[in-house]
């Protein structure tokens, strides 16, 4: 918990300075792609939070990685984080940069997963329907597979949960008839 705390900190600072110098866009880029290179590369993450790894040995590593592929604002943030012992926090900040970009923008970010894959006029039918429903204005769905759910959807946007699946209903029923109680009532 105390890492998203860090985070969240750092995070504001970055983006109330982009936000300031009118370079908000390109710093949500490279959180982007940091977040990207936080999942996708555990030797990546293993490197930001080795404390075996000196300070000085970091910053070079990170000015050839890093240097070229993002903008100077966002470099030398991450060049500010390895001097302060906070490097390891950049996965959490990186998302946090990203959380709060997406609250800016009034985006709403929504996961649907699905027993076979969203084509693209679905893709937008279902977009335009929460758009519709909720009165969002921008809507951001990530679509995911899962064969388990045989058929309908889970939707997810921040706590709320709607399973529509068949998987899900299948348990349900499966519960109504393991569940004895009503025998003490025919008594």
Not at 40 to 59: A, C, G, H, M, Q
Not at 97 to 116: C, G, M, P, S, W
Request: charged content about 25%; aromatic content about 8%.
């Amino acid at each position: 918990m105390r890492n998203l705390l860090v985070a969240s900190r750092y995070a504001k600072s970055l983006v109330d300075l982009a936000q300031n110098m009118g370079q908000l866009e390109a710093v949500y880029q490279d959180a982007q792609l940091l977040d990207q290179m936080c999942r996708e590369s555990r030797p990546w993450t293993n490197f930001l939070r080795s404390p075996v790894i000196k300070p000085d040995k970091k910053e070079k590593i990170v000015t050839q990685l890093l240097k070229d592929r993002v903008h100077t604002l966002t470099y030398q943030f991450i060049r500010l984080l390895i001097r302060k012992g906070r490097e390891a926090h950049l996965p959490e900040i990186a998302r946090a940069i990203i959380d709060q970009y997406f609250n800016l923008k009034e985006i709403h970010r929504v996961h649907i997963t699905t027993a076979v894959p969203v084509g693209q006029a679905t893709h937008e039918l279902i977009i335009r329907k929460l758009q519709e429903a909720l009165g969002w204005k921008q809507v951001e769905l990530q679509t995911r597979v899962d064969p388990r759910l045989i058929g309908g959807f889970v939707l997810q946007t921040g706590d709320r949960l709607l399973d529509a699946s068949v998987y899900h209903q299948l348990q349900e029923m499966k519960k109504q008839f393991t569940d004895t109680s009503y025998v003490y009532n025919i008594r």
